[in-house]
């Protein structure tokens, strides 16, 4: 969630409502070792993947509407969450004239400009098929990366 | 501005599956099978983990027995001790040992037979005296003993040295796959976060959350909340859930939040339908827990599965400080919830069919902390309830409680274990229907022990 928000500008802080939705208040966890444990065992792999303890189907539910909440749902393209918290979509508006000038811009500042094409694509489809404004093709676009598992991993 | 508050997030995200249907071709399940009206040789396994450590020293107390009497437990505890009055008195043959005095309902049920004690049990590699343990030899003690993460990561996956990857409860209903087929759901369900216990080779758990406080339903479960009234952010959702680009961690998240979305859409309508009477203390979280584990049994058939496991996380117990007031009111929850948990197996007529036991992953110093509590030590005594136990009696060994005792770790009353977590798991896992040759599967050092069934099941 931190993530999510500084990459538009925003701040996080004990003020910020959402730092507790998930019930993982950045600066208030429960024990000293934090919310999950570095060795945990991913399921299904054999690979390790600390984060996934605490991604329990559930809780993956719950961070999809959390990304709605935050990124898909308002009439403006400036949100403020709490003090310090702001963020600001408004500079990607007028590249949604374009999907794919768009996407190529969320894919720099979310994931670093290397997303793999398949998923472009299929981002840029869906912002493409969205006829309902500027301002919602930037928040799908930003809804789709921020609730993808590529998304999750790489951050 | 817009100021969105918690309560705001979870009525989004409570907001029910009949509602948010956009996203149910992403359900793996499809049509529900139709099952017939019982099921033969329901069997269902809930496990209460008690994090943090419960300080089974004040939960059960010799008082008089053959081997101790209340003084010496007295002695060790210091300005932690229990008064003697207060203990509620319990026969195991002709001693007689004292529950935590805020435990009357499962003082009980263990006088009913319907609930017994297994003393001293911990995590082992094997069979291991003081002068062992001394040893430091890790091929035959434990790695990281007193640990939270470690202890609790090894009693969930029976694995005491080494990274495991999966839990015995998860590896018992991997064994169990045929008494489910055709489930539209998983047998493995947990209320709130699960560490390795509920995870399998093939087996994954459902989060099955009790309601929020508040708010409509007989589940916390979340499903997908529709964005924007378009389609497509559901049909982008669906493609980049198929998507492939090798990355085994990217597949891994996708078919959680398949999986998520699934299980939501599955039981919330089911559970609609679903009336335990029984009450169910109020403040109790614990109870919620078991309520909604009592309310996902009750939908048993129309789930298709005869075998199910249940993971309940209870704490903290972890009571370095203020001990006595903190164990007080969890022991009091506990003892309260599970009464009325076994009232409502009783209601739905399978008492006999559910066995509910208690883990933690270590017991607590007899000696005090110096700051009103106890410390992290290793082996514990748990308790097991339901209609198929041989309760009303001990099982295992109870330990001395002199410190510097051949069952003390290090003159703190820091008991070794003279049980192993497999041993009690394999007892449990047998009842289950798991196959003695098949223990090992779930079990890794089960052999290194002289008894793989304790005997506390019928």
Same mark, same amino acid.
């Given at each position: 969630?931190a993530?999510? /928000? ?5 701040? @996080?802080t ?11 208040d /950045?600066?208030?966890?429960?024990? /000293? ?7 945990y ?28 909440n935050l ?10 969450y ?5 963020i600001?979509?408004?500079l990607?508006?007028?590249l ?13 500042t979310?994931t670093?400009?290397? @997303?793999?094409?398949? @998923?472009?694509?299929a ?19 930003c809804?789709l ?7 999750? /991993?790489?951050? | ?20 249907? &956009? ?8 049509q ?9 040789g329901?069997?269902?396994?809930i496990?209460?983990?008690l994090s943090?450590?419960?300080?089974g ?6 008082i008089?027995?053959?081997?101790q ?7 060790g ?5 229990l ?26 049920l ?9 003393a001293?049990?911990?995590?082992? $590699?094997?069979?291991i005296n003081?002068?062992?343990? +001394?040893?430091?030899?890790? &091929? ?9 993460s470690?202890?609790? +990561? ?9 990274i ?8 018992? &209903? ?22 390795l216990?509920c995870?399998g ?10 309601p929020?406080s ?11 909340t ?8 559901t049909a ?7 998507f492939? +680009? ?7 998240g ?11 859409q599955?039981?919330?309508?089911l559970?609609?339908s ?24 009750? $939908? ?11 993971f ?8 370095h400080?203020?001990q006595?007031?903190?164990q007080?009111?969890?022991l ?8 009325a ?8 007529g399978i008492?006999?069919? $559910? ?13 005090p902390?110096g700051?009103?509590g ?13 209609g ?12 001395s409680l002199?410190?510097?005792?051949e ?22 896992a047998?009842?289950?229907? $798991? ?14 022990f ?9």
């Amino acid at each position: 969630m931190a993530g999510m /928000v500084r990459a538009f500008g925003g701040l @996080m802080t004990n003020q910020n409502y959402f730092s507790t939705d998930m019930e993982q208040d /950045v600066f208030t966890p429960a024990s /000293v070792f934090n919310y999950y444990e570095p060795d945990y065992g991913v399921p299904g792999t054999t690979l390790m993947g600390g984060e996934f303890q605490i991604f329990s189907p559930n809780n993956a539910i719950l961070r999809t509407n959390e990304v709605s909440n935050l990124f898909s749902q308002w009439g403006s393209s400036v949100q403020t969450y709490g003090p310090g918290t702001t963020i600001d979509l408004t500079l990607f508006l007028p590249l949604a004239a374009n999907p794919t000038t768009l996407v190529d811009a969320l894919d720099l500042t979310l994931t670093h400009g290397v @997303m793999p094409a398949a @998923m472009k694509t299929a981002i840029v489809n869906a912002v493409a098929a969205n006829t309902d404004g500027n301002l919602r093709q930037v928040q799908l676009g930003c809804y789709l990366i921020l609730t993808s598992n590529y998304y999750n /991993v790489w951050h | 501005m817009i100021i969105r508050t918690r309560r705001d997030f979870l009525r989004d995200t409570v907001r029910t599956a009949g509602a948010l249907g &956009a996203l149910s071709m992403l359900s793996r399940f499809g049509q529900m099978n139709a099952f017939a009206a019982s099921q033969p040789g329901y069997q269902a396994l809930i496990c209460i983990f008690l994090s943090g450590g419960n300080d089974g020293h004040n939960t059960v107390i010799p008082i008089s027995t053959a081997q101790q009497n209340y003084s010496l437990y007295a002695k060790g505890r210091q300005g932690l001790a229990l008064a003697q009055s207060t203990l509620l008195p319990i026969n195991n043959g002709n001693d007689v040992y004292g529950l935590h005095p805020s435990m009357p309902e499962m003082q009980t049920l263990y006088s009913k037979g319907t609930m017994a004690i297994l003393a001293n049990v911990g995590n082992l $590699v094997q069979p291991i005296n003081r002068d062992g343990y +001394n040893s430091n030899n890790l &091929a035959i003690v434990p790695g990281q003993l007193f640990s939270h993460s470690d202890q609790a +990561n090894q009693w969930q996956s029976a694995i005491p040295n080494g990274i495991a990857s999966n839990g015995w409860g998860g590896r018992i &209903a991997d064994l169990m796959q045929s008494k489910n087929a055709g489930a539209v759901f998983p047998p493995i369900t947990n209320s709130a976060d699960c560490g390795l216990f509920c995870t399998g080779q093939h087996t994954f758990p459902a989060t099955v959350p009790p309601p929020i406080s508040g708010f409509p339903g007989a589940t916390g479960m979340a499903t997908i909340t529709g964005v924007q009234n378009s389609t497509s952010p559901t049909a982008g959702m669906q493609q980049l859930l198929k998507f492939d +680009n090798g990355l085994q961690l990217v597949q891994a998240g996708n078919g959680i939040v398949e999986r998520g979305n699934s299980y939501a859409q599955t039981l919330t309508g089911l559970l609609q339908s679903s009336n335990i009477t029984t009450a169910f203390p109020a403040a109790n979280p614990l109870a919620a827990q078991l309520l909604t584990v009592a309310n996902v049994m009750s $939908v048993r058939t129309q789930l298709g599965l005869t075998r199910q496991i249940f993971f309940c996380d209870f704490g903290s117990f972890d009571t370095h400080g203020s001990q006595l007031e903190t164990q007080q009111a969890l022991l009091q929850q506990l003892s309260q919830a599970v009464m009325a948990f076994y009232g409502a197996t009783q209601e739905l007529g399978i008492a006999s069919s $559910v066995t509910t036991f208690t883990a933690s992953e270590f017991g607590r110093t007899l000696n005090p902390s110096g700051t009103d509590g106890s410390d992290h030590a290793w082996g514990n005594h748990h308790f097991i309830l339901g209609g198929g136990v041989e309760g009303g009696k001990f099982y295992g060994t109870f330990p001395s409680l002199v410190l510097g005792s051949e069952n003390d770790a290090n003159n703190r009353g820091t008991l070794i274990p003279t049980t192993a977590i497999s041993q009690y798991g394999a007892t449990l896992a047998q009842w289950f229907g $798991v196959s003695n040759a098949n223990l090992p599967i779930v079990f890794p050092n089960i052999g290194n022990f002289g008894s793989s069934n304790l005997g506390f099941l019928a």
